[in-house]
């Protein structure tokens, strides 16, 4: 999980459908602007694009018995259905991190251990930092049902070969600092990546070896 800017103003359609009695959240100009906002990648697991978009709501609206939530432009985020079907529990309903007004980055460090996703607070924090690194945890690690289980799998998978990605140019860049490693890093690096916490965590875990690396991401 990373820093989202939102943009604004809110898609014309959430005003309009809030007026009705069963109105919609999920728009297509809602999808189109979230998927741009969010560089086409759920803002929980980070898996990128994503293939079947779902509209997640931070806070829940109860089946619209919050009808403020359900269509506050910045109660909604792009997620995919695993991650969405995970935070659908009442654990998580106090709330979690909100990335596009706080910076996630700041309050845990994500970390790919043994084959094991590890999300570890940085320092004192309050329910909702813990909440939110358990959820991510729990994204990589679901084994409620069969389907999740899959699904988590896939994640996984997907989260080892962006990190091998990861640390084959790493291993570039200590002979190639100006060139092309230096140009592929940055773009592996940066926010709009896949599973961009897990790498720029990983640069953060290893600044002494990489400051200038470090430097870029902290700019």
Not at 70 to 84: A, E, I
Not at 127 to 156: P, W, Y
Not at 197 to 218: C, Q, T, V
Request: proline share 3%; glycine share 6%; with cysteine.
């Amino acid at each position: 999980m990373v820093k989202i800017e939102r943009s604004y103003p809110a898609p014309a359609s959430l005003v309009i459908e809030s007026q009705k009695k069963n109105g919609k959240y999920n728009g297509e100009d809602v999808i189109r602007q979230l998927v741009h906002d969010f560089h086409d990648k759920c803002y929980i697991c980070e898996m990128k694009p994503v293939t079947d978009v779902q509209v997640e709501h931070l806070l829940p609206h109860r089946g619209g018995e919050y009808r403020d939530r359900k269509f506050d432009w910045d109660n909604l985020f792009l997620s995919c259905p695993h991650c969405n079907q995970v935070k659908n529990k009442t654990k998580y309903d106090a709330g979690i991190i909100d990335c596009c007004k706080e910076d996630p980055e700041e309050f845990l460090l994500f970390q790919l251990e043994n084959d094991s996703v590890v999300v570890r607070t940085l320092s004192e924090h309050d329910g909702k930092t813990q909440r939110t690194a358990d959820l991510v945890e729990e994204t990589f690690h679901c084994m409620n049902t069969g389907s999740l289980t899959h699904d988590s799998e896939i994640r996984l998978q997907d989260l080892q070969k962006e990190m091998n990605v990861l640390y084959t140019w790493l291993g570039r860049y200590k002979n190639d600092k100006n060139g092309r490693a230096k140009r592929t890093l940055k773009g592996l690096l940066s926010r709009e990546s896949a599973y961009a916490g897990f790498k720029r965590s990983y640069i953060r875990l290893h600044k002494k070896e990489y400051p200038e690396l470090d430097a870029m991401i902290s700019a």
